[in-house]
């Protein structure tokens, strides 16, 4: 075991500091925001500093158009601001502004184990049916980068979905085998932060599917900009069964539609599934969807205007990206430059 210079000293215990990112790779949908934006609003409200990122560099680890990825980080970041994110009091960037993402992506390359990237189910669900040798180097090692986008500010805590967790355990896993290596308690243990009635919403049209910005079907998804019209027709035409809602939530069992819906009114109107139940036992989904969709229209027809009005500008989007990368790098580069004396690598010095 190599041990680190006794110069470098790690601050324990460390700062509790949320980090979590999304893929500029396509429109956001009411999934994206039920699932993680709401929620990062709602962080910025505790006290506990928040860092968030569209991670355009996991975006080209398949071929993007450069236009489009332009539009569609620009997009995402509208999105974050028009759904309550304040960039004074969250840090919002994007990813390739911040060098030290990259570099220390290399360094956990070089301690990441390939036993644990051939366990990682992601990327055999991406290349199933495919020709896997045709897959980037860049998607393969995925996982690898996202560790060092959390670890790099030393986050503690990282909202993610249940699709997210196996990648949340590997950071785990790098950060515990890079302190025992180098024999440091520098990079933390990280927590996953998964809560909410609809951290996981699915489809429209299957109840068993997640709600996806890349499913063929455009009912099959709300998507962030969608008109009220079509948000209301989109959940009119949602996929359900001819059964009232129950009783009781464990009535919802075995009905992936019914339940999904349920969810998802659940979480846009701040109630528990059960509290929904209550007040909606016994009632036709003729009934049901109505609500809903008078429900959805109101909460996110605001937000869809707010981003419109946003990518009008696209100079002041870009801005407040250019701000929040500075503020990411202070917090960044310390951590890089210590991750590098512990590694024994010799720095050049500026200044």
Not at 288 to 310: Q, Y
Not at 311 to 328: F, T, Y
Request: neutral net charge; charged residues 25%; aromatic residues 6%.
């Amino acid at each position: 075991m190599t041990t680190a210079s006794s110069a470098v000293q790690t601050p324990t215990p460390f700062k509790p500091r949320i980090f979590s990112g999304i893929q500029p790779s396509g429109g956001l949908t009411l999934g994206n925001y039920l699932g993680a934006l709401k929620r990062f609003v709602e962080k910025q409200d505790e006290g506990i500093e928040t860092i968030y990122c569209m991670v355009d560099l996991h975006a080209i680890t398949v071929w993007q158009d450069p236009e489009k990825l332009r539009y569609q980080t620009r997009e995402g970041a509208a999105a974050f601001i028009a759904a309550g994110l304040d960039p004074a009091r969250s840090i919002l960037f994007n990813q390739s502004q911040v060098s030290a993402h990259a570099e220390l992506a290399w360094i956990f390359n070089c301690v990441t184990r390939l036993g644990w990237m051939n366990r990682m189910t992601q990327f055999k669900d991406k290349t199933a049916g495919k020709n896997a040798e045709a897959a980037s180097l860049g998607l393969y090692a995925y996982p690898s980068l996202m560790a060092a986008d959390i670890m790099v500010y030393h986050a503690t805590m990282v909202p993610v979905g249940e699709d997210q967790k196996q990648h949340l355990e590997l950071t785990r896993d790098i950060a515990i085998k890079f302190n025992n290596d180098y024999g440091v308690d520098f990079f933390p243990v990280v927590e996953p932060l998964i809560e909410g009635a609809a951290t996981r919403v699915m489809s429209l049209r299957d109840g068993t599917k997640k709600m996806s910005k890349s499913d063929p079907s455009d009912q099959s998804r709300i998507n962030l900009t969608d008109s009220a019209d079509n948000i209301a027709a989109k959940i009119r035409k949602a996929k359900t069964d001819p059964e009232p809602l129950p009783e009781t939530v464990e009535g919802l069992k075995d009905r992936p539609e019914a339940r999904n819906l349920v969810n998802i009114y659940a979480a846009l109107a701040g109630h528990t599934v059960d509290q929904v139940i209550r007040d909606y036992a016994g009632a036709q989904f003729g009934t049901f969807k109505p609500a809903l969709a008078d429900l959805a229209v109101a909460k996110l027809s605001p937000i869809t205007a707010e981003m419109n009005r946003l990518m009008a500008d696209p100079g002041e989007i870009d801005r407040i990206l250019g701000q929040g990368a500075d503020r990411a790098d202070a917090i960044a580069q310390p951590i890089l430059e210590r991750t590098k004396d512990i590694v024994g690598m010799i720095r050049s010095r500026k200044g």
